[in-house]
């Protein structure tokens, strides 16, 4: 199967100055990478006073998330403050001693139980008239909050819409420029700015999970109560938008390849009961449009990394967005090509494709969102297919997590297939 190139922004080269790339970074995070980033084995900056450096090579990515993943144990507090006011001191956020607690016992009650992913939203499409204009983005958000509500309350888990445009307006504010301007306010005023929205959330939540402790299902039941409160937040705000983003790249991405596509509903419609090519374009599309392209950390000590000298207070970057399309990692990086991730294919070098992280802090989420989303993209793509329509160009930007765009329309067509 040949690649198609699905889009990326621009990227610059050579030096740039320091306030063309606070100028870029305001608009999305993902321009602040030049060319030479996606060839070169990282890079060292001074930005107001902050040293940051970012690990491109396999060694150094190994040697920040997990050999010395004790050194760099902490996330940046420009980063953390903008989450707290939402997530308090849940999973996502905590440190040492309280975040190895609550990991442990988050683990443990993610054993859940998932089915039917995707079944509310086929039966939603099967209503809709043959050619309907859908919101890619928008359909996938619900779809996403749907699964994790019932993951989180159980039975108690209603209706997505409320809870999705909550979270769609807190992260609105964190995005883009807002990010920016938001890690450089001291907290109290972070707190003020974000503090109101948290509370709708929360307000909305709150009851949800009484009920859930009520009916002891969910995840919600099976975490000691002093904890339930910060975790399902976390889970959701985190859970939710990189499981929609997945499911939309995977969409968008299937839309751009026909040929992919075909072979897809050819291993769908057979009935088997493996889908490696699904798996593998759930993986491509992860490594194309990674929905945390950006993991930080802050040095706890002075300390070395693959040889070279990193001052204490120093801050870490791995990204996946730049380690993902990396020459040295990968042939036609840019390419759209699941056929890379077919068991047979030679496997991707070490410490070169980390869509959920890697290290003890890896995602929690990992397990079910790969389950979640074999299983809603199988359920909906046996019965139909979406279509690529005109629209506004599709440029991926980020600020926390990556956003494909703020609408996606394709068409709906329904399929003649086994099952359809
Ligand atoms: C496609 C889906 C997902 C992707 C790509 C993803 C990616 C990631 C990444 C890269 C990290 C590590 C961040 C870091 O090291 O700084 C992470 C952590 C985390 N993820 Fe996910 N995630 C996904 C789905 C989920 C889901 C469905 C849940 C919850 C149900 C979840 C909950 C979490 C939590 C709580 C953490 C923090 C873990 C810790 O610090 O110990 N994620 N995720």
Known sequence: MSGTTPPFPPRHRGEVPVTDLLAKASRSLLEVWGEEMFRNAGTKLEVLGQRLIVFNRPAAIESVLVTQAEVFAAKPAQLTKLLAPLLGPGLFVAEGRAWRGRRAVVEAAMAAALDGAGGATATGWAARPEGAALDVIAEMERLSAGLLLRLIFGEAAGEPDEIVRLARAYRAKI????????????????????????KRIRAVVEPLLARARRSRTGLAAALPAELARDEVISLFAIGH????????AAWFLLGQAPE???????????????????????QEALRLYPPLP???????????????????????????????????????????????????????????????????????????????????????????RLRPLPGPAVVPT????????????????RRDCPGG
Request: charged letters at 20%.
């Open 175 to 198: 995005s883009g420029g807002g990010l920016l301007t938001l890690m450089a306010l001291p907290d109290p005023l972070v707190r003020l700015r974000l503090g109101g929205d948290a």
């Open 241 to 248: 938008d990189a499981l929609s983003g997945l499911l939309a």
């Open 260 to 282: 992919v596509e075909a072979a897809l509903h050819a291993e769908l419609d057979s009935g088997a009961a493996e889908a490696p090519l699904l798996r593998a374009v759930l």
């Open 294 to 384: 950006l993991i930080a950390r802050v040095a706890g000590r002075a300390t070395e990394v693959a040889g070279l000298p990193v001052p204490k207070g120093s801050i870490a970057f791995v990204a996946p967005w730049l380690v993902h399309r990396h020459t040295a990692h990968w042939e036609a990086p840019d390419e759209f090509r699941p056929a890379r991730f077919l068991p047979g294919a030679p496997p991707p070098p070490p410490f070169s494709y980390l869509p959920f992280g890697l290290g003890p802090r890896q995602c929690v989420g990992e397990a079910f969102a790969m389950r979640a989303a074999m299983q809603a993209i199988a359920t909906l793509a046996r019965r139909f």
């Open 398 to 413: 980020a600020g926390l997590t990556l956003t494909l765009a703020e609408r996606l329309p394709m068409r709906l067509e």
